[in-house]
């Protein structure tokens, strides 16, 4: 969904005063940073207690590790608990300035308060919660220039204050990495954009990057999936459309009047399986586990309750006591190409094909998976007698809150850490901003010491080096089969119009494209779980950022006209152009867009700045002039500059008399 939050102005400070009230507040932001950055994360302590949030800046909607001392230890009765509650500002004034929704089981699926911490004999503890920014938890609005704050207490049987805090009340500051939120408002958008749910953690990072400056853009993005964002590319319903597949000849079908196109690309990224699993001796969260493809297919078609008890399963992962049951996987229900990719990794392995057919000696198929066609981009439940458990959500969001609440994909169902696992398959860069353990998979002829590998930095680039280019040419996928590569890794491509646009919007979009494949792939920029682009497929972001430019329709030459707003939709009345896509694939399944040559080198424009310092200003202004018409006008414009500064000096000084009289009051919000 498109989240967005308006922003806050002041008013300037003036006069002396306005210059105080600034120097103090930059060294009160100085202090709080200060605070925030020690220990690996904010401390506050209240009688003897002490919490600390790691990570607790730079912050996104994910999840965080929470440690406190000087705790009463938690009873073997369950008396002294600790509750987690995220709250508004760096130290909030009561309970009343928090988020006091508990997450599952004790509340519902949008809580994320949590209630049973435990605090070990020596005062110490440690738990998990989720905090969310501002376009995720607006209640509170949290946001990179809003700090907020996670407060711990012990459940000690009395009931909590109307004011104030507990007794055994500790607080930490967090604070937000910017987000959408922090973005002046904005009536209208420059660049709309929907599709990939992969992407979304690089849009909206670099949406609140792009939104303010010398060259401000506006850019909106809805997480929705792959199918959707070529659907309503073709359709003219967005500027852009986010894909991590290429389209196919029935969509090109159902929009014969689309507009040319370019696919550029905007992430490098891969497909998780990740896993949340209590060892049933130790107590411990189990972190490691390896997977072939027939165990995925074993989990996904509906036969994964003894996944543990396989013995493919048991020789794969020693070591561990593994609970007796795994439930149905969370698997998202819209179109979306990780499932595709996924089924298509299943389908390419002959023991994954052979157990979906029911010819496994070891292991059934659910008869109503048996024979199933893989590839597919959708995952459905089949089973009529397992409908209210083997349940798809909508969004990748839901999922893995689920997986950290572990909470499985049928309502009402009742688990515990001793019985059962719980599994999802979700993007690399959510599992990490969650911080899930996700298994190993299998690589294809790969040394039997070497045979598994997870979706880390050195496995996705070797997994993208073995793609093979799909029939269209331009667009990659993954070779499921390549060896000592990730096999689940995938890029994420924009469809961006090459007709049928405006220049004003062209400019727009090719702004985007500029800051997608160049200072958005920079460390910091670019959350952790993508790959930073390689040259070659920033070279291809750049060549079809060139192609929407020369592609856009010329403006208007009647100067009685006046030209197209931002947000005039892209989409033309009319058939496509000249040279537009016939949808003609060879029967490959896939369209070929307009060809475009990617050039040799990437180049970028650095967006225009304001001048600063000595040069700046009119008076920097009327020297350049002076300088390039030559010093025989030096007398006349020095007797001009003297007469203007000895009739604004009386004025300036009267204003200065006024503000030194009326002084300002400090920031007041508009």
Not at 147 to 169: I, K, M, Q, W
Not at 299 to 325: C, K, R, T, Y
Request: glycine content about 10%.
């Amino acid at each position: 969904m498109t989240r967005r939050c308006a922003a806050r102005r002041w008013r300037p400070l003036n006069g002396i005063r306005g210059t105080a009230a600034r120097a103090a507040r930059a060294v009160l932001t100085f202090a709080f940073l200060s605070t925030v950055l020690v220990a690996t994360g904010g401390t506050a302590s209240a009688a003897g207690r002490t919490v600390t949030v790691s990570p607790a800046v730079g912050l996104v909607d994910q999840v965080v590790a929470v440690h406190w001392t000087g705790f009463h230890p938690t009873d073997p009765s369950g008396a002294f608990t600790v509750t987690l509650f995220q709250c508004k500002g760096a130290v909030p004034r009561s309970v009343s300035d928090c988020y006091q929704v508990l997450k599952p089981p004790s509340g519902p699926n949008e809580g994320t308060g949590v209630y049973d911490g435990t605090t070990a004999a020596d005062g110490t503890g440690t738990a998990s919660i989720e905090v969310r920014p501002a376009q995720d938890l607006p209640v509170l609005d949290c946001t990179s220039t809003n700090p907020c704050s996670v407060l711990a207490f012990e459940n000690d049987g009395s009931r909590l204050p109307r004011t104030g805090l507990p007794v055994s009340a500790a607080t930490a500051p967090i604070r937000f990495a910017p987000s959408p939120a922090d973005c002046p408002p904005t009536s209208s958008s420059d660049v709309r954009t929907d599709g990939s749910a992969s992407t979304s953690h690089a849009l909206y990072t670099w949406a609140a990057q792009v939104c303010t400056g010398s060259r401000p853009l506006a850019l909106d993005y809805t997480e929705i999936s792959s199918p959707a964002g070529r659907r309503d590319f073709l359709n003219g319903s967005v500027d852009v459309g986010l894909s991590s597949s290429p389209v196919t000849p029935d969509e090109m079908a159902a929009s014969p009047a689309h507009r040319t196109y370019a696919y550029a690309p905007i992430d490098v990224t891969g497909v998780a399986v990740a896993f949340s699993v209590t060892d049933t001796l130790t107590h411990q969260r189990i972190t490691d586990m390896n997977l072939s493809p027939r165990l995925v297919a074993i989990l996904v078609a509906g036969s994964g309750l003894h996944l543990f008890q396989d013995p493919e399963f048991v020789a794969l992962n020693p070591g561990h006591s593994w609970p007796m049951e795994v439930q149905p996987p969370l698997l998202r229900a819209e179109r979306n190409a990780d499932a595709l990719l996924l089924t298509g990794w299943l389908e390419a392995d002959h023991a994954a094909r052979a157990f979906l057919d029911g010819n496994d000696p070891t292991v059934a198929v659910d008869q109503f998976w048996r024979g199933i066609a893989y590839p597919t981009d959708i995952f459905e439940a089949r089973d009529p007698n397992t409908l209210g458990n083997y349940n798809p959500r909508s969004g990748t969001i839901a999922n893995a809150r689920r997986l950290f609440n572990f909470q499985p994909p049928g309502d009402g169902v009742s688990v515990s850490t001793q019985n059962d696992g719980i599994m999802a398959v979700l993007d690399a860069v959510t599992a990490k901003q969650f911080g899930f353990p996700v298994a190993k998979l299998h690589r294809a002829n790969a040394a039997p010491t070497e045979a598994f590998v997870a979706p880390d930095s050195g496995a996705l680039a070797a997994g993208y080096r073995a793609m093979k280019t799909n029939p269209d040419g331009v667009t990659r996928w993954a070779d499921v089969g390549a060896t000592n590569a990730y096999p689940l890794v995938k890029i994420d491509y924009a469809m961006v119009p090459t007709s049928q646009t405006t220049a004003v919007k062209a400019d727009k979009i090719a702004q985007f494209l500029g800051y997608a494949a160049g200072p958005g792939q920079v460390p910091g920029r670019l959350p952790l779980g993508y790959l930073p682009m390689p040259p070659d497929l920033a070279a291809q972001t750049t060549a079809a950022r060139d192609a929407v430019v020369s592609g856009a329709t010329p403006p208007p030459v009647s100067p009685d006209q006046p030209p197209l707003a931002n947000d005039q939709p892209a989409v033309v009345p009319g058939g496509p152009s000249a040279g537009a896509d016939t949808g003609s694939s060879q029967g490959s399944g896939f369209d070929a867009p307009t060809s475009i040559a990617a050039p040799s080198a990437v180049a970028y424009r650095a967006p225009a700045t304001r001048s600063r310092g000595r040069s700046g200003g009119p008076l920097g202004a009327a020297f350049r002039a002076l300088a390039g018409s030559g010093w025989r006008l030096i007398l006349p414009v020095l007797l001009v500059l003297g007469l203007a500064a000895g009739a604004a000096g009386p004025v300036l000084s009267a204003r200065a008399r006024r503000g030194r009289r009326h002084p300002p009051t400090g920031p007041t919000p508009a």
